[in-house]
């Protein structure tokens, strides 16, 4: 069983900054690619970023330029910044992890979520 649990989200102002931090802890072989998705009220989920285990990185086109995502594969962490956050960007924002088991077999994961607030 693999846990993902999430930090960092809370209120903002508008063009300010937030971190958040998706932490993978339980028995697993690997974990390959980790994203970030995020639901705006009444909106579908989307995915806002990705990484795979070997760095290369994917954004959606309403947060290129603003946010980052990284990892950190000895902590099983994944974050992501954001900067110059907008009204727009508030959201639950979860984790997801491609998680290869013990018995290779692939697998994916999803964090409770965090929430954001961005005011104007």
């Known amino acids: 069983q693999v846990q993902l649990v999430e930090s960092g989200g809370g209120l903002a102002q508008a063009g300010g900054s937030l971190r958040l931090s998706c932490v993978a802890s339980?028995?697993?072989?690997?974990?390959?690619?980790m994203a970030w998705h995020r639901q705006a009220p009444g909106k579908e989920r989307v995915e806002v970023a990705r990484i795979t285990n070997g760095g290369s990185t994917n954004y959606a086109d309403s947060v290129k330029g603003r946010f980052t995502i990284s990892r950190d594969n000895a902590k099983n962490t994944v974050y992501l910044q954001m900067s110059s956050l907008k009204p727009e960007d508030t959201a639950v924002y979860y984790c997801?992890?491609?998680?290869?088991?013990?018995?290779?077999?692939?697998?994916?994961?999803w964090g409770q979520g965090t929430q954001v607030i961005v005011s104007s």
């Open positions: 339980g028995t697993f072989f690997r974990i390959n690619d």
């Open positions: 997801a992890a491609a998680v290869q088991t013990l018995t290779l077999r692939s697998r994916d994961y």
